[in-house]
């Protein structure tokens, strides 16, 4: 059993639900030494967070962006923490909702991932940053 542990950054996505399954991989090539095992990511934010659903229909990305925003308005007079604006609270309580980390299983040097499933980066601030991602990888390498 072997540990193989890695923190990539994400360059800046627009708001949204956004695929980042490729981008990981580009950034993991270390994954093609495991024959077996699983994936832990966790994101490193508070105000975005990180899922896995559909990946072949766009629209899935705008209706999942539609729903989050009616569920959680950025109507200020409702919160408390609006320092930093009208997305402040609302992409705290998205993220919490959403989860701060996916666990995914590793076959053959890749994501074993569904045949419409793809790693969304959710990002829920009207201006977003690089984000930082911690990658743990547990499992059997090849010989």
Same mark, same amino acid.
């Given at each position: +059993? ?11 996505? /627009?708001?949204?639900? $956004?695929?980042? #399954? ?6 993991? &090539? ?8 699983? =994936?832990?990511? +966790? +994101?490193?934010?508070?105000? =975005?967070?990180? #899922? !896995?659903?559909?990946? =072949?229909? /766009? ?9 989050? $925003?009616?569920?959680? /308005? ?8 609006? =320092?930093?604006? &009208?997305?402040? +609270?609302?992409?705290? !309580? ?10 995914? /299983? ?25 984000? $930082?991602?911690?990658? #743990? ?7």
């Amino acid at each position: +059993m072997e540990i193989f542990q890695k923190k990539i950054s994400i360059k800046s996505k /627009p708001r949204g639900f $956004n695929l980042i #399954t490729n981008e990981i991989l580009q950034l993991i &090539p270390e994954i093609k030494q495991f024959h077996t095992g699983l =994936a832990h990511i +966790m +994101m490193q934010h508070t105000s =975005a967070g990180i #899922t !896995i659903n559909e990946n =072949a229909d /766009p629209t899935v990305r705008q209706d999942f962006e539609t729903y989050f $925003n009616r569920l959680v /308005p950025e109507d200020m007079s409702l919160y408390k923490h609006t =320092a930093e604006g &009208p997305d402040d +609270m609302t992409s705290h !309580i998205k993220s919490s909702i959403l989860g701060s980390s996916v666990t995914i /299983p590793v076959t053959n040097g890749n994501f074993n991932l569904g045949t419409w499933q793809g790693i969304y980066l959710c990002e829920h601030r009207n201006y977003s940053k690089t984000r $930082n991602l911690v990658i #743990t990888i547990i499992g059997e390498k090849y010989a």
